[in-house]
């Protein structure tokens, strides 16, 4: 069973099937099929059929007659541009990351844990742009990336053992941490020196480093950081530019004490006020 099934399954009825059609549908990418989504196998086809037509009366998916498919409609965009405004870390970071972005000249990545998956929130490409995954509103893997790491070498204990579960530990290159055990001997080392590094984890030839953003209380609200190739710099080069990273953080992190972000629980994915 896959984890939308697991969700489907866990009691959370209607409303939680609903949820899960919400993110095939997103997750494809483009207008999807009637025929595509039932393929997945998820759903039963009058199920599927039902809550599909519930969910587009109800203006949360867009069906197009002309080409049979469905596609997030307009009140999702709208209740999603307003969890961007209020649960984001974009909207105050952003000047912040413009100012790190011009004095580095480097890919700058804002991310958060999202029931422990990285999601990108913002991004700023570098001068010489570079083609990678990461882009906003993309989720990545946490184990094989900067950001995923950063935030995570700083959870506690009960958080980070509900994160690790949910890790799949594909092995993406030659460097990508493939065990438990391996990410959990980094993590230690990444909390001992307060940074973490991508040593082409999850793209060859793509390498960072990360700094978490923590609240006053020393809960992780986030992470930063900073990308670019092996080709164009190195780690060590990388690694000189944390002092400068630190204090973008510092400043997110204070208004984002101010704004009263709330803070994510990683263990569910839920969130609390600061």
């Given at each position: 069973?896959?984890?939308?099934?697991?969700?489907?399954?866990?009691?959370?009825?209607?409303?939680?099937?609903?949820?899960?059609?919400?993110?095939?549908?997103?997750?494809?990418?483009?207008?999807?099929?009637?025929?595509?989504?039932?393929?997945?196998?998820?759903?039963?086809?009058?199920?599927?059929?039902?809550?599909?037509?519930?969910?587009?009366?109800?203006?949360?998916?867009?069906?197009?007659?002309?080409?049979?498919?469905?596609?997030?409609?307009?009140?999702?965009?709208?209740?999603?541009?307003?969890?961007?405004?209020?649960?984001?870390?974009?909207?105050?970071?952003?000047?912040?990351?413009?100012?790190?972005?011009?004095?580095?000249?480097?890919?700058?990545?804002?991310?958060?844990?999202?029931?422990?998956?990285?999601?990108?929130?913002?991004?700023?490409?570098?001068?010489?742009?570079?083609?990678?995954?990461?882009?906003?509103?993309?989720?990545?893997?946490?184990?094989?990336?900067?950001?995923?790491?950063?935030?995570?070498?700083?959870?506690?204990?009960?958080?980070?053992?509900?994160?690790?579960?949910?890790?799949?530990?594909?092995?993406?290159?030659?460097?990508?941490?493939?065990?438990?055990?391996?990410?959990?001997?980094?993590?230690?080392?990444?909390?001992?020196?307060?940074?973490?590094?991508?040593?082409?984890?999850?793209?060859?030839?793509?390498?960072?480093?990360?700094?978490?953003?923590?609240?006053?209380?020393?809960?992780?609200?986030?992470?930063?950081?900073?990308?670019?190739?092996?080709?164009?710099?190195?780690?060590?080069?990388?690694?000189?530019?944390?002092?400068?990273?630190?204090?973008?953080?510092?400043?997110?992190?204070?208004?984002?004490?101010?704004?009263?972000?709330?803070?994510?629980?990683?263990?569910g994915g839920r969130s609390c006020l600061a």
């Amino acid at each position: 069973m896959n984890e939308l099934q697991s969700a489907a399954a866990s009691g959370d009825g209607t409303v939680g099937k609903a949820l899960d059609i919400l993110d095939m549908v997103a997750g494809h990418g483009r207008p999807v099929r009637f025929s595509e989504l039932l393929a997945e196998g998820r759903f039963p086809k009058a199920t599927l059929y039902r809550l599909l037509q519930t969910l587009t009366n109800q203006g949360m998916l867009a069906f197009d007659p002309e080409r049979q498919s469905y596609a997030p409609g307009m009140r999702l965009v709208r209740l999603a541009h307003s969890a961007w405004r209020q649960s984001s870390l974009a909207p105050v970071a952003r000047p912040h990351l413009d100012a790190l972005a011009a004095e580095v000249g480097e890919t700058i990545h804002l991310a958060q844990l999202d029931t422990g998956q990285v999601l990108y929130v913002d991004k700023r490409n570098a001068r010489q742009p570079v083609e990678m995954f990461s882009q906003a509103g993309k989720v990545g893997p946490a184990y094989c990336t900067g950001v995923g790491k950063a935030m995570m070498a700083f959870l506690d204990a009960a958080e980070l053992e509900g994160v690790v579960q949910r890790q799949s530990f594909h092995r993406f290159t030659e460097h990508t941490l493939a065990s438990p055990e391996a990410l959990k001997a980094e993590l230690a080392a990444i909390r001992a020196r307060g940074y973490a590094f991508d040593r082409e984890e999850h793209e060859p030839g793509i390498i960072c480093v990360a700094l978490p953003i923590l609240s006053r209380g020393d809960r992780v609200i986030g992470a930063l950081s900073v990308t670019s190739t092996k080709e164009r710099t190195t780690l060590a080069a990388l690694e000189a530019l944390v002092p400068k990273i630190r204090e973008t953080a510092a400043r997110i992190a204070a208004e984002a004490e101010s704004w009263r972000f709330p803070e994510q629980d990683n263990r569910g994915g839920r969130s609390c006020l600061a």
